[in-house]
């Protein structure tokens, strides 16, 4: 079985996350520079990517 088709659900969390933690960065953000996560674009799209993937991987079945 293909891996992509396998963990879709998965992947699509990954995706909705990394958006969703680059919109998070964009609209609130951390205007001192000093939170670790939203200080930066990439820390908070690879934070909303792992979330959002692990979030998503609950629901995912697997089929043998």
Excluded: D
């Excluded at 079985?1 to 919109?23: C, E, W």
């Excluded at 934070?47 to 043998?64: E, H, P, R, S, V």
């Amino acid at each position: 079985m293909n891996p992509i088709y396998k963990y879709r659900l998965t992947l699509f969390g990954i995706i909705a996350g990394a958006l969703a933690g680059y919109l998070y960065y964009n609209f609130v953000g951390c205007e001192s520079g000093s939170c670790i996560i939203t200080s930066r674009p990439l820390n908070s799209t690879l934070y909303g990517a792992l979330m959002g993937g692990l979030l998503f991987n609950i629901f995912q079945t697997n089929k043998l």
